[in-house]
């Protein structure tokens, strides 16, 4: 199968790495000149799961792919800010036999898909994957993960099934969901509470979880994301998101950790995934007619400190 | 005249001593006991705009209050979380001739004072003065200011425009105001949006209005004052309060100045004013069935700092 890794930073390298190690014919696209001259001279490096290994893979800048060659698989897995721009650059591998499945975190993705590809070609996934960069070219795969995905496009079921097959003979676990949107929208609970949060406090997850309104906060802004996800005929399940959250802020597990955005914005100085979490809900619920004023704050905040900052 | 000021830090100091340099019988009253003890020590010592003074002025701890001795009028001056407090332990020299200024920041202090004093012996005030403390029993005070104030009880208004002369006859420029609560909302809407954004964004004001966002959430936040205030009858001129916000931006101006509770939290770890001034929109918003979201979350989140950092 022809696959195109559209986004291959830590996680589109594992998928790149472990599909074609699978058999497939792999191409990764990324945006990243270090990254990309480093795997062309010397290969992509990765400690996977502890043994080096160094891997001859075909990459290419997503401003110079060969548009004469057609792709039987997108996987997109840029930043979610860098999405538009990336379907904007590789439009031209993309014919109507080409199906997309979208990895990134975050929610509405597809708004900004559907603008380069029908909706029958498109697939939504939710991973459960995690994976590192240490540095251009080289990459720090541990630990085990699962993917779900779902087809968007009325009848595409079996043609989900088949990528998940796919993807399971690489070793990467994927299974086929009848409510994709779901598992997007719990993992966006999850996001949309301590990634904000956290970020703006600059605090670990088990700081916040000690403070008298941690819980206040969450809820109200859960409550949001249940609202917007109602309306699009998803019920979340309100108390066993909170104690999933609840579960974030225990030091014995993954409590000491910063959620992501907090390592992008207040350690690496990088813009933030903000407006496609919180700031998504923001959209949807002006679309629909939902007030969201809590996602609406976090998200304005979350950008005044960008702009204090100073973040690109 | 007998006057007590009830909160003898430096606005309460500033008042004392002017009052008691135009003839009035003056006892300061205050709860920190390094400063008692330098004031009863080696007087009030004050740099009163560029000349050093040194005054003799009584001054006794809120738990010792002579009990026997009822004043014709106490002027309020605590930091709001002390209120309450402070009328506990003074209740007995208030009786039922006693009049009772609040000129504290922020709104709604006359639900706890009316717990202690029949509604027609209250006054509201907002002043322009300002004071700064060096250190116990040591004030520093510049510049010009002025006092507006008015009567809560019907019919009262005579007896306000007293307080006001008697003020006045000391330079502290008091005039009586036909509509005390716009005043007062009208600073509490720049205290509401200028404190709580730069704490807990850690900016000046001057950084805070160069951010992408800060209208929009002054607006949002303006807004919820205005609701608040109209269900009470006081009708904000929105788009003048949007000007005044936009003023505290300039840097050439105040806009690089931190708000008093930066200064409290962010530098010296005190506890936040932010529930007599968000939080205060908030329980208002929540008597009247008016929602205030952004208020509430920004209370939400002064807390969630105050825990962090352990402040006391």
């Known amino acids: 199968m022809k696959i195109a890794i559209a986004g291959s930073g830590a996680m589109g390298s594992r998928f790149g790495l472990m599909l074609q190690k699978s058999g497939e014919d792999v191409l990764l696209i990324d945006g990243w000149q270090a990254h990309i ?5 010397n290969g992509l490096k990765a400690n996977f799961n502890g043994e080096e290994v160094s891997v001859n893979i075909p990459i290419v800048h997503q401003e110079e792919v060969h548009l004469d060659k057609k792709y039987d698989l997108i996987i997109l897995f840029t930043k979610a800010m860098q999405l538009d721009k990336m379907m904007t650059d590789i439009k031209g591998i ?31 996934g939710n991973t459960m994957w995690t994976a590192g960069l240490e540095g251009p070219g080289v990459a720090k795969l541990f630990g085990n993960g699962s993917i779900e995905l779902q087809n968007l496009g009325v009848g595409q079921e079996e043609n989900a099934k088949k990528i998940a097959e796919v993807l399971s ?34 605090v670990n997850m088990a700081t916040l979880g000690n403070t ?20 699009e005929g998803v019920a979340l399940d309100i108390p066993a998101i909170m104690e999933k959250i609840k579960s974030c802020f225990d030091p014995l597990t993954i409590g000491l950790h910063f959620p992501s955005m907090h390592q992008d914005l207040m350690r690496n100085n990088r813009l933030t995934e903000i407006d496609f979490i919180n700031g ?13 004023p809590y996602c609406d704050f976090l998200t304005e905040l979350v950008h005044a400190k960008e702009d204090i900052l100073k973040a690109e």
């Open 280 to 292: 998504a809900i923001s959209r949807k619920g002006r679309k629909y007619g939902i007030v969201t």
């Open 169 to 202: 003979n690489a070793g990467l676990n994927a299974s086929f969901s009848e409510n994709i949107r779901l598992s997007i929208y719990n993992k966006a609970c999850v996001n949309g509470t301590m990634n904000g949060l956290c970020t703006l406090l600059d």
């Open 212 to 231: 008298r309104t941690a819980l206040y906060m969450c809820r109200s802004i859960v409550n949001e994301f249940a609202a917007v996800a109602k309306f």
């Open 37 to 41: 001259e480093a795997i062309l001279s």
């Open 94 to 124: 993309i014919d109507e036999n080409t199906q997309v499945l979208c990895l990134l975190n975050g929610i509405g993705h597809e708004d900004t898909i559907e603008k380069y590809v029908p909706l029958e070609n498109i697939y939504l």
